[in-house]
């Protein structure tokens, strides 16, 4: 199993950006892993941003992304989204994607044991 995460750059507050996961290994329409969304500002722990799973509904995000961010997957590309609208300079952080399989996405799964992370891809809100 591997995770590709991309996506990342420089954007205005106030704008948006998508990030990727391609997955490999598994396939979503089939399998059941969980997909988590963290990052990692400089200076501080990493935080759970949100999870989907790869083939049921349920998805959760961190209070300090709701409304603003949205997690989304295709399954015929096995791939994730992270859709980043209203970005603020504390969105700025290094941004990856884990997974773990048999788990579902619940308000816990930051305290999950993640077993696959991909790389990290840098997001940077400013002016």
């Known amino acids: 199993v591997q995770l590709q995460a991309s996506g990342g750059g420089l954007v205005q507050p106030g704008g948006s950006m998508t990030l990727s996961c391609a997955a490999s290994?598994?396939?979503?329409?089939?399998?059941?892993?969980?997909i988590g969304w963290f990052r990692q500002a400089p200076g501080k722990a990493r935080e759970g941003v949100s999870c989907?799973?790869?083939?049921?509904?349920?998805?959760n995000y961190a209070d300090s992304v709701k409304g603003r961010f949205t997690a989304s997957r295709d399954k015929a590309k096995n791939t994730v989204y992270l859709q980043m609208n209203h970005l603020k300079p504390e969105d700025t952080a290094v941004y990856s994607c884990?997974?773990?399989?048999?788990?579902?996405?619940?308000?816990?799964?930051?305290?999950?044991?993640?077993?696959?992370w991909g790389e990290g891809t840098l997001v940077t809100v400013s002016s």
């Open positions: 884990a997974t773990l399989r048999g788990f579902h996405c619940t308000p816990y799964y930051s305290d999950y044991d993640w077993t696959t």
């Open positions: 290994g598994f396939t979503f329409a089939s399998d059941s892993y969980v």
């Open positions: 989907i799973h790869s083939n049921d509904e349920r998805m």
